[in-house]
């Protein structure tokens, strides 16, 4: 089995570093991840400039690109063999709720969603610096043997995040929804040295949505959380919605 | 009522004056746009850097940042009053199937989902050069007048398709589902002129579930293209899927 | 005559429209500049990546790259017939003393050397927000109508700064030599919302050789300076004490 | 004694690890260098954003700005105490004739003007892959201690360039003039793959002034070239021709 490693934090990154020797016992690993940190890239792709893809002193592909381009390039062409399947990850911090609409971990595992095997995205769900990337990595190996072992259909995404615990403190894993954040905190107004004014992304907003069942409550507990994510957009419950809501004169 | 429009094409482009000018009689009009062509941003935000933005000479307001950045600033602080919601567009080219994942378009429309009202995210869905920005434009304001009419749930977020042909050509409405591309086509792998890899994304990939009731389909009979998207990327039917597939030893 | 025109706050800068303005009746003018602002982008060149160059609502060519990018793309191809030589400016602020080393508007004068007629840069020497245009458009008048007049050696290079006054308050024009100025203020420590450090580059340093002769002085006492660059850097009286301090072992 | 060192290649470039490490042995060595590749940066400064700076996994400290952003914050306050002097590369190829107008590694030494003792920019002067990156090395612990013993004036900027070739091969060291290259060859036109036209900067000119005593000459016969560069660009032999070419009507 070939897997692709890929992630949002940077070739170089300690997450990455610890997935990639997790898995190497069970697979062949090829690494392509952007050369600096790309997080909050969500699935920005690179269109109107070329990319540059390099080996770098580690042995992993270091482009100068998006997350998703990364991915991108490793499985049109870059690689060959093409990869099986994708994992991306080890994020440094939590991907909960709405972040994953942002995430760039998260995007990369979604470019794998053409791949014979499900794509997975692995977040270590950290409140300051991440410490435990040997518990995340430990998850990674549990999910690789468990795929291999039973799949699932290869459309599948799953988003997992893993309290910044100890292994040995893990209460188990839990299926879950995503939960949901309130409204991002506002804007930070500041002057820059030269007395012009800038602005900074607020903070994302508290739970709102963060009850049993959720990804935010798992992990708080102490689980790790497994949450099936779609790639398909389409909001089925509301089609029909919109089709009486457009009938009458508009569609006359 | 006020209305927050932005794009990904930038502040100056064709589509986004277009938009502007239909809406202006019927709203309030705020305009918070990249200052520079941002396509394929997707959901991007620019959490390591401030963000400048400046009232341009066209009256709209200028940011250095991705299309999310913008909505997001204007409606965390930037403007006052909050509006009540977002249109984004005209887009320069089409949203359909798959695109949406990367489109810094729906992505700003996305970015207004915390508003009143619901998110528009409006294109027009040339093959070559946009020719109709007037139909495109006609259409944002039969759907501004209905939605006034009569209200959908806040948490909507429409994708719009408008075919590329003069308003009378337009055959009508649809409520669609998003179609499907192929897998994009191979990575285009070029030598720069002083002899170095360098790799360009390749085209989207070709149309794989097009039939009736896609946007694609729509779109290519003449009809606009109207999709309720949702923001929850849960896969809900897979939940038990994902619990099953976990039970035995690993949650033991 | 054909004139190019470039600057360094972008093409949609109140100086280069005025400075356009100004020449258009006495040239063939031809505006190639940064699509936004560039300042202190010193004589970077863009050789990794490829630049656009597209026409502007307002006719100017707008180039999504430095200066020094615009004017060479201008003078190695994308201008039909070559242009005879670079007007560079009009920039919003001054450049004098050290600040020629990182002006980009000096950098796009530079850029020129290979033309048959003399480059110039100019900027209006204001405090705070620029107001005189008016002032440094007639000035560019003056020196390109004397120009004609009395050709300067094609490899001239000068640097032009116009006090931010009215035209009649002008005392007159000064031949100058750079001043100096000390180093720079301290670096500017900051922590960002998010608790990380960040460096602001502190204010150039105030002026430490601005007496008789210098450009600092003759803007003070309300003259226009100009100053004559040289390219070649070689420190020629020096080349002998190196010579010297060579000799013995190293070069035995 | 407190060395600065910097590059225009990157905080990973091969001939910055060189360099470290030849000079290691003679001072205390501190390392500000560019996250990434910013050849060509000229004295590019970073103004209207701010910078960061880490710790990487050698030992350096990386910024994600130019080579002039990273010295300026060296010897501001980033570096407790400040560095007596600053050395630059060994740079990827050569900085010959007009190429010091562009380089960043010209530009890194520039920066350090300031300090205490000169400073010195040492490229290695390959024509394909460097390779003899020790040779440039051994050459820079030569002119390190030839520094102390027999000191220059501070305000000196030595501009080194080494043959790449082995150190035996080396004929000995001459101070040199900068020579001067042709115009560019001409911007290299393509069309990307969505068919829109992009601009490459076409390679230098060839050498048109390279006759003895030049940096391209003594370089071609197997000699490390040093160019005392001045910073002050004033051309002072042409004040009294600009004061003459001004002086009537103008000045009246």
């Given at each position: 089995?070939?897997?692709?490693?890929?992630?949002?934090?940077?070739?170089?990154?300690?997450?990455?570093?610890?997935?990639?020797?997790?898995?190497?016992?069970?697979?062949d690993?090829?690494?392509?991840?952007?050369?600096?940190?790309?997080?909050?890239?969500?699935?920005?792709?690179?269109l109107?400039m070329?990319?540059?893809?390099?080996?770098?002193?580690?042995?992993?592909?270091?482009?100068?690109?998006?997350?998703?381009?990364?991915v991108?390039?490793?499985?049109t062409?870059?690689?060959?063999?093409?990869?099986?399947?994708?994992?991306?990850?080890i994020?440094?911090?939590?991907?909960?709720g709405?972040?994953?609409?942002?995430?760039?971990?998260?995007?990369?595992?979604?470019?794998?969603?053409?791949?014979?095997?499900?794509?997975?995205?692995?977040?270590?769900?950290?409140?300051?610096?991440p410490?435990?990337?040997?518990?995340?990595?430990e998850?990674?190996?549990v999910?690789?043997?468990?795929?291999?072992?039973?799949?699932?259909?290869?459309?599948t995404?799953?988003?997992?995040?893993?309290?910044?615990?100890a292994?040995?403190?893990i209460?188990?894993?839990?299926?879950?929804?995503?939960g949901?954040?309130?409204?991002?905190?506002?804007?930070?107004?500041?002057?820059?040295?030269?007395?012009?004014?800038?602005?900074?992304?607020?903070?994302?907003?508290?739970?709102?949505?963060?009850?049993?069942?959720?990804?935010?409550?798992?992990?708080?507990?102490?689980?790790?959380?497994?949450?099936?994510?779609?790639?398909?957009?389409?909001?089925?419950?509301?089609?029909?919605?919109?089709?009486?809501?457009?009938?009458g004169?508009?569609?006359?």
């Amino acid at each position: 089995m070939h897997i692709l490693l890929s992630n949002d934090d940077g070739y170089l990154a300690e997450g990455l570093v610890a997935l990639a020797g997790a898995l190497r016992p069970y697979a062949d690993i090829s690494v392509v991840a952007p050369d600096r940190n790309r997080s909050a890239a969500s699935n920005s792709l690179t269109l109107e400039m070329p990319l540059r893809a390099h080996v770098a002193d580690n042995g992993f592909i270091k482009v100068d690109g998006t997350p998703t381009d990364c991915v991108h390039l490793a499985i049109t062409g870059l690689l060959e063999p093409e990869p099986d399947m994708v994992f991306a990850g080890i994020n440094h911090g939590a991907n909960l709720g709405d972040d994953v609409l942002y995430s760039g971990t998260v995007a990369a595992a979604t470019e794998g969603r053409f791949l014979g095997l499900p794509a997975v995205a692995i977040s270590l769900a950290c409140n300051e610096e991440p410490q435990h990337f040997e518990t995340a990595a430990e998850v990674a190996v549990v999910l690789l043997k468990r795929l291999v072992d039973r799949p699932l259909p290869r459309d599948t995404l799953l988003n997992v995040n893993v309290p910044d615990v100890a292994p040995e403190d893990i209460q188990g894993y839990r299926a879950t929804r995503l939960g949901q954040r309130h409204k991002s905190e506002p804007v930070i107004k500041q002057r820059d040295p030269r007395g012009r004014s800038i602005y900074w992304i607020g903070p994302p907003g508290a739970e709102q949505d963060a009850g049993p069942g959720t990804d935010f409550h798992a992990v708080s507990m102490g689980f790790v959380s497994i949450t099936p994510l779609q790639l398909d957009l389409t909001w089925y419950d509301r089609i029909n919605m919109v089709r009486n809501w457009l009938s009458g004169e508009v569609c006359a």
